[in-house]
């Protein structure tokens, strides 16, 4: 067992039953040019999230753990998106339409895609989901359950929409969840500090906040432990 600080309290985990969950981090919502952008968001809010999972996948990968990516998107012919989701915005720039880096939100367009930076490794499952959270019509509950995982460390975009919702169904699953502030984040920095507050408030009604290098340490001396 591994422990680390977090807010409200220490999270206590086993890495044998931990999975990371690094979620929707694509080309559409962090890449300058992409969807986020030309809706007037600054991309830069999300992208200071890049260097940190990048050290944080190195370390969960050097220690293995399970990782499981995901990415936001839809069939080209939109039957998986409800007219409660699709019907949102500006008709120009709604899901599927077209887009600077491909359909809008549309599964194997460019803007669909996993940044570069943050790749999957191979053998690293890509769930793709038609929702906001990654339990919804995914097979990642089926996933987590044949792995024996009990604990998500919890990574990705953004923090008050898909981080959140996610967390949420995973609580309410029986996950104990740890979100890390300095790898989630949102286009709006009140969005950003007020959801992270929320996940811990009421003794972690939903789950554990903590900064990424506390729980890389907590990592480096389970690995340290097991070559004594």
Same mark, same amino acid.
């Given at each position: 067992? !591994?422990?680390?600080? !977090? ?12 999975? *990371?969950?690094?979620? =929707? ?7 300058? #040019? ?21 050290? *944080?996948?190195?370390?969960?990968? !050097? %220690?293995?753990?399970?990782?499981? /990516?995901?990415? @936001?998107? /839809?069939?080209?012919?939109?039957? =998986? ?7 949102? #915005? =500006?008709?120009?720039?709604?899901? #599927? ?14 803007? /669909?895609?996993?940044?570069? $930076?943050? %790749?999957?490794?191979? #053998? $690293? ?13 995914? $097979? *990642?509950?089926?996933?987590? %359950? %044949? ?16 981080? /959140?919702?996610?967390?949420? $169904? ?25 959801? *992270? ?16 290098? !506390? ?8 690995? @340290?432990?097991?070559?004594?």
């Amino acid at each position: 067992m !591994a422990t680390l600080d !977090a807010s409200p309290t220490p999270y206590v985990f086993d890495p044998a039953t931990t999975a *990371l969950l690094v979620i =929707d981090m694509q080309r559409d919502f962090l890449e300058p #040019g992409g969807f986020g952008e030309t809706l007037g968001n600054d991309v830069g809010q999300l992208r200071r999230t890049i260097e940190p999972t990048a050290a *944080l996948l190195a370390a969960c990968r !050097a %220690a293995g753990l399970t990782i499981i /990516h995901t990415r @936001e998107g /839809h069939l080209p012919d939109l039957s =998986d998106c409800p007219p409660a989701k699709l019907n949102r #915005g =500006d008709p120009s720039l709604r899901i #599927g339409a077209p887009g600077p880096m491909g359909r809008i939100l549309i599964r194997g367009e460019r803007g /669909h895609g996993i940044i570069d $930076e943050l %790749a999957p490794a191979p #053998g $690293e499952p890509v769930i793709d989901k038609p929702g906001k959270g990654a339990f919804y019509a995914t $097979e *990642l509950g089926p996933m987590l %359950a %044949a792995k024996g995982i009990t604990s998500l460390v919890v990574t990705g975009v953004t923090t008050e929409v898909c981080v /959140h919702t996610t967390v949420r $169904e995973a609580n309410d699953r029986g996950y104990e969840c740890l979100v890390l502030a300095d790898c989630v984040g949102s286009y709006f920095p009140e969005f950003q500090a007020t959801g *992270l507050r929320m996940i811990a408030a009421q003794g972690g009604i939903f789950g554990w906040v903590a900064e990424s290098p !506390a729980f890389v340490a907590a990592l480096q001396l389970v690995k @340290e432990s097991t070559w004594t």
